[in-house]
């Protein structure tokens, strides 16, 4: 299993970016998937996550209104389309993703300490520097 990120790179304030996740060897479908990111010096954070019925998703309160997540079937692929973006949004971000009944997908994505919980598979990340 391989889960590959794309997508990042150099912005200026209030710019947008969206970030891709490819998956080889899994299907999205069976998965939930969660965004995390990884500022220089401070600890990994859950950004976002959606359940594989899509009717739990979370955002964390920093990105709220301004990231959506999002799959696509077909393609096999998930999303982070980041507007508005500031400097503090600067960090490694990763896709990553666990099996998930219905009941998982709550679990994850329905509170912050869900974005804790462990994930099966995760990618190695994609740098975005958002800088004037």
């Known amino acids: 299993v391989q889960l590959v990120e794309s997508g990042g790179g150099y912005v200026q304030p209030g710019g947008s970016l969206r970030l891709s996740c490819a998956a080889s060897?899994?299907?999205?479908?069976?998965?939930?998937i969660g965004w995390f990111r990884q500022a220089p010096g401070k600890e990994r954070e859950g950004v976002s996550c959606k359940s594989t019925t899509a009717k739990t998703i979370y955002y964390a309160d920093a990105v709220k209104g301004r990231f959506t997540i999002s799959r696509d079937h077909a393609k096999n692929m998930v999303y982070l389309q980041m507007n508005s973006l500031r400097p503090e949004d600067t960090a490694v971000y990763y896709c990553?993703?666990?099996?998930?009944?219905?009941?998982?997908?709550?679990?994850?994505?329905?509170?912050?300490?869900?974005?804790?919980?462990?994930?099966?598979?995760w990618g190695r990340g994609t740098q975005v520097t958002v800088s004037s």
């Open positions: 060897g899994i299907s999205f479908d069976d998965f939930v």
């Open positions: 990553a993703a666990v099996s998930g009944t219905k009941s998982i997908g709550v679990y994850y994505c329905g509170s912050p300490n869900g974005m804790s919980a462990p994930y099966d598979f």
